[in-house]
Nanobody, 114 residues
C-alpha cells in the first residue's frame, strides 16, 4: 500500500489550464496509476490511466485535452489539463493499482467557473 497526496486543484476560468500532482509515499514503479473524478451526484469516473509500462488511456470526455504522466523516481504522477469547461468541475482523485489492490488519495477540488 501507498499513501497518495494530491495537489494542484483550484478555481480556473473556462478554457484555462491546471496541473494536478500526486505524490506517493512509496514506490509506484510496478503500479498502474490513474486519475479519477467525482462530481456531486455523479459516480466516480476514470479520467486517465498510465500503466507501469507508460501506456496511457483516457476517458472519452477528455478528447485530447489532458495528459497524464509519471515519474517513478520521484514517485509522482501528473495530470496536465487544458481547455477546461464547467463539466470538468469535480473532486479529482489519484489512484494506485497493483493487481486487485487499490489505493486512493483524499482528492483535490477542481472548479471551472467564470
Amino acid at each position: 500500500q501507498v499513501q497518495l497526496v494530491e495537489s494542484g486543484g483550484g478555481l480556473v476560468e473556462p478554457g484555462g489550464s491546471l496541473r494536478l500532482s500526486c505524490v506517493a509515499s512509496g514506490s509506484i514503479s510496478d503500479k498502474a496509476m490513474g486519475w479519477y473524478r467525482q462530481a456531486p451526484g455523479n459516480q466516480r469516473e476514470v479520467v486517465a490511466e498510465i500503466n507501469s509500462g507508460g501506456i496511457t488511456s483516457y476517458g472519452d470526455f477528455v478528447k485530447g485535452r489532458f495528459i497524464i504522466s509519471r515519474d517513478n523516481a520521484k514517485k509522482t504522477v501528473h495530470l496536465q489539463m487544458s481547455g477546461l469547461n464547467s463539466g470538468d468541475t469535480a473532486v479529482y482523485f489519484c489512484n494506485a493499482r497493483f493487481l486487485f489492490l487499490n489505493d486512493w488519495g483524499q482528492g483535490t477540488q477542481v472548479t471551472v467557473s467564470s
